[in-house]
């Protein structure tokens, strides 16, 4: 069963040195305000997870934080590069990142094959890319039936796996709507599971078409953080702050301003700052 | 006729290239410009899908990203990551991929990953994304790129997604049944696969462009179609619906911008 807790506490007892830790969320959703946490207590050799690395990779590759990452999109979405995660790539700063690179069908096969506890996936997927010949963990299997090759990729199977989400009850139960992601699948495949979520509830609302709820005895811990994916979104709480992802591209482009800003936005402050962001205009809601 | 831009008429010959019918995987940037002016024109019944998983949506402006809340709002319905790569595009569902690139090759074969060596890289890029199955598993791809030396070229450091690989029946051999790029669409001209060797070739060029302006803004000596075709301008219509769903992108984003500054 969830236990509901802080932010710091869920952090300090599910996150340690050295985890594979996935923090998803496609675009929506992101768990910003745990990241943060995970910088702040000091996390160490994490081997970071995700299909589509933006800007909380690139703080936590450029703290140096990361030890590896596994991912299939590393891009500031909409802006440009990733300045954190390249400087690493190209120049070893401010450690060297170790890089497992996939496509999306690959990672979003893998989470599933995670949850599914199937050792791997199989899919009909790198045909004629150059991917296979960099990444050792790009095989391929043999269907038994009609013998066609198929790729095949390891189950992920994260140690922890952060998530943010709209709203929880109080028996921990959590209620993810609007764009999806790999959120679900990604939290049934981790061993434990951070979710925070902007507002707990008394009784979920009837869930809307496309909403997903992960019970309660299938996360360790859930902590309430209004506010806690800003820059990115929360589908009907409030809007992503494209300006802030535009904006960001300035901060990262040189190792000190984002040094600075670590230290101004991040280790100077705490999960509660992310609130003003929850009071901003809802965003607009079908 | 009114004046217009070549980034305009990549745009509108992109979405020319759409049809009602088409079921479409949608790439940020370039395509979802020219497939939602396809949507406001003459293809008002096209499904746009985008990876993040909305399925059949009607943006009324242009996402920043590929998991905008307007995507969500606007769509028919909107599925789990997993199921949209699982069923939706490896299901063979999708009829048309739109992409874009960083480079392409005389085959369309696409690089969004690295400059320079893969484990030294001069640039890191994004990365391929949904690329790789995109360009296998739709029906037929299109591609929309400014053609400039630095994007076309003669060899690619890495191939993200596979177009017509080394050319001929390079696809049939490694058991694609789909048909990969039929069209590339760029600022100065159209170019389509030649029918046997596949290598890229320009069978149609836009109003005012000559033919060394597109020679000299390719990386490869670049082939002519025996019959080479005006491009037709853009018509009014055209004109204003994309400076209309640009002016309205442009607005949002400020808008956006400024309430979360």
């Known amino acids: ?286 | 006729m009114t004046d217009f831009t070549p980034t305009e008429m990549m745009t509108i010959a992109a979405a020319r290239a759409l049809s009602n019918d088409d079921v479409c995987f949608v790439g940020i940037g370039a395509p979802s410009a020219a497939c939602n002016v396809a949507r406001l024109t003459h293809a008002p019944d096209i499904t746009l899908i985008y990876e993040s998983g909305t399925v059949g949506t009607k943006p009324d402006v242009l996402p920043l990203s590929i998991g905008d809340g307007e995507l969500c709002d606007t769509a028919l319905f909107t599925v789990s990551v997993p199921e949209m790569f699982r069923y939706w595009l490896q299901g063979g569902r999708i009829t048309t991929g739109f992409l874009g690139g960083a480079q392409i090759d005389r085959f369309a074969n696409l690089n969004t990953t690295v400059v320079g060596p893969y484990d030294h890289p001069k640039v890191r890029l994004p990365g391929g994304g949904g690329a790789p199955e995109i360009a296998s598993n739709c029906g037929r791809i299109f591609i929309t790129m400014a053609l400039t030396k630095r994007g076309f070229v003669e060899r690619l450091p890495f191939v993200t997604s596979m177009g017509h690989g080394e050319g001929g029946n390079h696809r049939e051999r490694l058991g694609l049944t789909t048909s990969g790029p039929t069209r590339v669409i760029t600022d100065l001209c159209i170019l389509e696969p030649d029918p046997e060797t596949k290598e890229l070739t320009v069978v149609s060029m836009h109003p005012g462009v000559a033919r060394d302006q597109i020679a000299g803004n390719c990386g490869w000596p670049i082939k002519f179609a025996e019959t080479v075709i005006e491009t037709p301008a853009p018509t009014e219509t055209e004109l204003v619906v994309l400076r209309d769903i640009n002016a309205r992108t442009k607005k949002a984003h400020k808008a956006a911008g400024k309430e979360a500054a």
């Open chain 1, 1 to 286: 069963m969830a236990r509901i807790m802080s932010l710091a506490e869920a952090v300090e007892e599910n996150v340690r040195d050295g985890d594979t830790v996935a923090m998803e969320g496609f675009t929506h959703l992101i768990p910003y305000a745990a990241g943060h946490e995970v910088i702040r207590q000091g996390r160490k050799d994490l081997f970071l997870v995700r299909m589509t690395p933006d800007i909380l990779y690139d703080q936590l590759i450029g703290v140096g934080a990361a030890r590896g990452m596994k991912f299939s999109w590393g891009g500031n979405p909409g802006v440009g590069s990733l300045h954190r995660f390249r400087d690493a790539v190209e120049n070893q700063w401010p450690r060297p990142l170790e890089i497992e690179e996939h496509s999306h069908a690959a990672m979003a096969n893998a989470y599933e094959a995670g949850a599914a506890n199937l050792p791997f996936a199989a899919f009909r997927g790198y045909i004629g890319a150059d991917l296979p010949k960099v990444n050792v963990n790009i095989r391929s299997v043999t269907c038994p039936f009609t013998g066609e090759v198929l790729a095949a990729v390891p189950a992920i199977r994260p140690d922890v796996t952060i998530i943010h989400a709209q709203r929880a009850d109080r028996n921990g139960n959590v209620l993810i709507e609007g764009i999806v992601g790999v959120q679900k699948e990604a939290v049934l495949a981790a061993r434990r599971s951070i979710v925070t979520v902007e507002e707990i509830v008394d009784e979920l609302s009837p869930p809307s078409p496309n909403s997903v709820v992960l019970p309660g005895w299938a996360v360790t811990a859930v902590a309430h953080v209004p506010g806690g994916a800003f820059p990115s979104y929360a589908h009907g709480y409030y809007p992503r702050s494209n300006a802030f992802y535009i904006r960001w591209d300035e901060i990262a482009r040189d190792r000190e301003t984002f040094t600075a800003w670590i230290r101004e936005n991040v280790l100077a402050a705490k999960p509660e700052d992310f609130a003003r962001h929850a009071a901003k205009t809802a965003a607009k809601v079908a």
